[in-house]
């Protein structure tokens, strides 16, 4: 009979808390047993949330013994003639989201999958009740699922996985699943063989069936018994089954699979989870879904008359947009009027130091600039990783390349914001001594993306020249001689960072106070943001609460910095703003320019500025010592003496009360 605990082999089933799995822990389980099992990993009244979803469709159908009409009748031993089997899962409760695009599962099958694809999809989502009086089904593998293909990498060489291509698979217990009802049971180790002799479909040849191969008995299984909410892994190569259920009840499971994002899934999730049910679904898992590319063409669709990324058709259908007419008690200003309106923009930069900006000419340049950059963000780390800071030609080396771990608040040290970002400036040859010629040089680019560096930088060229546009009106609005702001940005430390935020779904409840940007000022002049999604906030000084910034569509948003601030002896603004981290599974995109002083220039507050009677608030910097002070902070590196006293007297103060110097 089947011994619950281990097989003849000495093989048993690793088990894993939702405490102690890690993808590498459990990636190591499925390399040497092709099976774990992670207890509990979704909290109970989660399960109850998504049986109850389920519920009403699955209740609805009928069993092939009391007259479904189900496909492939003629493998009634596999399927089940007691079996319940229900696809569209996710359009049906949405909730399951939590299991298909769960951290540690995606972390696991993704490791797996590596060597095989650049990215892995939702293969199938399966429900499945066993009835009372199923009997055992026939031991397997899924090697129906994927044609038989000579895949790379092989056997011996680095990341070979038994059987990987084929996929993994992740099985959910929505019941306990025991001894008696139907747990599923399994031959650990049988992965790593190339020989078995079984089959659900494949139709072999005479010849094929002649051949001497490995015949698993029931004697190797071991039960895969499992509590409720818990998850079991395999890769497809593990002989399994379900065994027969001889209670009274039902024993429910979900079974979500994931396969290279380059093959024909198993089930066409494109029609079970069609468009406007996918839109309201988180974008990771729509992602998973299918709604998405594997490298540069796969999956493509026709939309805004190019061939494109479906996520962009998928907008269309998309509820959020409705969010985007919601827009901050913001001052709407347009490039075309900029100077005529001075009045409005003095009045705006000395309130609040933040407006949006219409008209700008720039939306396809930057919305193409979006996309290559999310075929960026959408790549793994190890790729990203080779783009890296470390990797950077230019000082302070954070100023270029892939930034994974920052915080912009030197009171929140330790604290990471959530978010990661790819850095960039105005593409210049390699200095002879980069530290000499701080923030000036090359861009990092991923050999991986080609089109990403024209398509980021020809967005950047143009943000830089409406940068200097909005930096004359700002001239012409305090009435100071014109050239007073433009002159000494001629040769400017310019920084542009694509920024991407993300909320894993169904892992641990981010802390209330997590981030996506922690509360900080921008360094320099003038600050252009083009963001996809909500969570930028700005601080309302004299209230002090958070005012939503939300996209508004065809805007930029422009903000002052803290030379701003001081070169108009505070009149203008340099407003404290934060970003709160996306919804779990959604993403968010900015992209932020900012344009700032040359590094030699000496910013000193102007007499323009100055009424009689009124103190000068600021001394006289030099717009480079300022910039790498701020970036001292913001790459986490030990402020020494020197600059935590500069640190001390340039960039808090002008948060709190003003400096003395007159
Ligand atoms: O993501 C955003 O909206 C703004 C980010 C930001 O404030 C910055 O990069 O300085
Ligand atoms: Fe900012």
């Known amino acids: 009979m089947l011994k619950p605990m281990a097989s003849r082999w000495g093989k048993t089933i690793p088990r894993f808390s939702a405490a102690n799995a890690t993808p590498g822990k459990v990636m190591e389980a499925l390399r040497v047993q092709g099976c774990a099992i992670i207890e509990r990993l979704i909290p109970e009244p989660r399960v109850t949330q998504i049986s109850a979803e389920l519920e ?159 015949t698993p008995s029931e004697e190797d299984c071991i039960l895969a018994t499992m509590p409720r909410g818990s998850v079991l892994l395999y890769p497809s190569a593990t002989v399994r089954g379900a065994s027969a259920n001889q209670t009274e009840s039902v024993r429910d499971v979900c079974l979500f699979a994931y396969s290279p994002a380059w093959v024909r899934q198993e089930e066409n999730l494109f029609l079970t ?21 594997h490298g540069q063409v796969l999956g493509m669709v026709d939309v805004n008359g190019d061939m494109g990324d479906p996520q962009d058709l998928l907008k269309e259908f998309s509820p959020s947009t409705a969010t985007f007419a919601k827009r901050a008690a913001l001052p709407v200003l347009s490039r075309q009027t900029l100077s005529a309106n001075a009045e409005l923009l003095r009045s705006t930069c000395e309130h609040i130091g933040f407006f949006y900006l219409v008209d700008h000419g720039l939306e396809e340049k930057l919305l193409r600039a979006q996309n290559a950059l999310r075929k960026f963000f959408l790549q793994r780390d190890e790729v990203k990783a080779k783009v890296g800071t470390s990797t950077s030609r230019v000082f302070p080396q954070h100023s270029r390349g892939w930034v994974a771990n920052e915080t912009l608040d030197p009171s929140r040290q330790g604290v990471l914001d959530l978010k990661e970002s790819l850095e960039v400036g105005l593409e210049r040859p390699e200095e002879e001594d980069p530290q000499k010629r701080p923030f000036r040089g090359p861009n990092n680019w991923p050999s991986e993306l080609p089109e990403l560096k024209e398509e980021f930088m020809a967005a950047v060229n143009a943000l830089h020249e409406l940068s200097l546009e909005v930096a004359s009106a700002l001239e012409v609005c305090l009435e100071v001689e014109p050239g007073t702001f433009v002159k000494k940005c001629d040769d400017p430390m310019v920084l542009c960072r694509g920024l991407h935020y993300y909320t894993p779904l169904g892992g641990d409840t ?83 320019f900012f344009l700032d002083a040359n590094f030699d220039a000496v ?26 002070a701020k970036f001292k902070v913001q790459s986490g590196s030990e402020l020494d003496d020197q600059s935590a006293e500069f640190f001390r007297r340039t960039v808090e103060a002008p948060k709190g009360a003003s400096v003395g110097g007159a």
């Open 56 to 214: 009403p469709h699955v209740a609805s159908r009928l069993l092939p013994a009391d007259g479904a009409d189900v496909m492939l009748r003629e493998h009634a031993d596999f399927m089940g003639n007691r079996t319940k089997r229900m696809l569209g899962v996710l359009a049906k409760s949405p909730t399951m989201s939590e299991m298909a695009a769960h951290p540690l599962v995606l972390g696991v099958a993704d490791a797996l999958l590596a060597p095989y694809c650049e990215r892995i999809q939702l293969h199938i989502g399966m429900f499945r009740r066993l009835c009372p009086g199923e009997g055992m089904q026939l031991l397997h593998q899924d090697r129906h699922s994927v044609p038989a293909m000579e895949l790379k990498p092989a056997r011996g060489e680095p990341g070979y996985f038994p059987g990987a291509q084929w996929g993994v698979a992740a099985l959910w217990a929505l019941s306990d699943c025991t001894a008696q009802n139907g747990a599923t049971r399994l031959i650990p180790g049988s992965h790593l063989r190339s020989d078995v002799n079984l089959d659900m479909t494949l139709k072999r040849t005479e010849a094929q069936e002649q051949e001497v191969g490995w």
């Open 273 to 293: 989870t069609p468009p406007k049910v996918a839109a309201k679904l988180p974008q990771v898992v729509q992602e998973l879904l299918g709604y998405s590319l």
């Open 510 to 592: 981010p802390d209330e106070a997590a981030l996506g940007c922690s509360a900080h000022t921008d360094y320099g002049l003038i600050s252009l943001l083009h963001q996809t999604a909500k969570g930028l906030q700005v601080l309302h000084a004299e209230d002090n609460v958070w005012m939503d910034v939300d996209p508004l569509p065809g805007s930029l948003v422009v903000n002052l910095g803290d030379l701003m601030q001081r070169w108009t002896n505070g009149r203008f603004k340099s407003t404290v703003h934060r970003v709160l981290p996306p919804e779990p599974g959604q993403r968010r995109q900015c992209i932020s």
């Open 603 to 628: 910013i000193e507050p102007l007499p323009r500025c100055i009424p009689p009677g009124e103190a000068l608030k600021y001394p006289a910097i030099q717009a480079g010592q300022h910039k790498l």
